[in-house]
């Protein structure tokens, strides 16, 4: 069975800087791609940044030029440094682990989610 745990979060004002981070665990032998979603009250779940185990970086165009998504294999985490937040940025954020290779197989895993607040 494998983990998201996420940590970071909480609330901030309006061009502030947050960061979160999310470490998988459990028989991790490879995991493809690992991301941030997020959900606002009454909006669909959208992604926000995603990172493959090579390093390719994708990000949701409302989010390029603030949002950086990093990650460290070794420790099966990534980060999302998010910085010049807006109210419009806030949502519980899911961290996402796409095609996770452990030694029962093979899945996708989502964390519990972390709220993030942007107050105007």
């Known amino acids: 069975q494998v983990q998201l745990v996420e940590s970071g979060g909480g609330l901030v004002q309006a061009g502030g800087s947050l960061g979160l981070s999310c470490a998988a665990s459990?028989?991790?032998?490879?995991?493809?791609?690992m991301g941030w979603y997020r959900q606002a009250p009454g909006k669909q779940r959208e992604l926000v940044a995603a990172?493959?185990?090579?390093?390719?970086?994708n990000y949701a165009d409302s989010v390029k030029g603030r949002f950086t998504i990093s990650r460290d294999n070794a420790k099966n985490t990534v980060y999302l440094q998010m910085n010049s937040l807006k109210p419009e940025d806030t949502a519980v954020y899911y961290c996402?682990?796409?095609?996770?290779?452990?030694?029962?197989?093979?899945?996708?895993?989502w964390g519990q989610g972390t709220q993030v607040t942007v107050s105007s």
């Open positions: 996402n682990a796409e095609r996770v290779l452990t030694t029962l197989g093979g899945d996708d895993y």
């Open positions: 459990g028989r991790i032998l490879r995991i493809n791609a």
């Open positions: 990172i493959t185990i090579g390093g390719s970086t």
